[in-house]
């Protein structure tokens, strides 16, 4: 699998929210760019828009340009330029999924023993069943 693979899906799984984030730091519109709107149903989110305040003598108007560049594209290359930083960050993470994953499981035979240790003295007879004076 390829890292373009990878990062199609990957925004095709994040929410709107963070690709809004991603929108406004690289300053992008959509995965390919706006054009991936035109045959959908789905909005498009304020953040592919930037605004651009014009002031006149008379007037000051807030006009709205559509962001024309993908994310894609800035993705790859940030990707690429911060490998360390991303893989350090997920190989922590790894091994903290480690250290739980081995905690749990010495939790449950810790839990295991102790049950065991209770159902063993539970069976345990401290006198004879017909009694010590029994005739």
């Known amino acids: 699998m390829q890292l373009d693979d990878i990062l199609i899906n990957g925004w095709a799984e994040v929410n709107q929210g963070t690709r809004n984030i991603i929108q406004n730091n690289f300053n992008c519109c959509g995965f390919y760019g706006p ?9 498009i989110s304020n953040s592919c828009y930037d605004t651009i305040q014009e002031v006149n003598q008379e ?9 024309q560049g993908g994310c894609g594209a800035p ?16 190989a922590a993470l ?42």
């Open 59 to 67: 007037t000051f108007t807030n006009a709205q340009q559509l962001k």
């Open 75 to 90: 993705l790859k290359y940030w990707l690429d330029d911060n490998k360390a930083t991303w893989c350090s960050i997920l």
């Open 94 to 135: 790894g091994g903290l999924q480690l250290m739980c994953i081995v905690l749990c499981i010495h939790i449950i035979h810790k839990l295991k023993d102790k049950a065991g240790y209770k159902r063993a003295s539970d069976k345990r007879r401290l006198h004879d069943e017909k009694g010590a004076y029994s005739l």
């Open 35 to 43: 054009k991936e709107f035109a045959y959908t149903n789905y909005p």
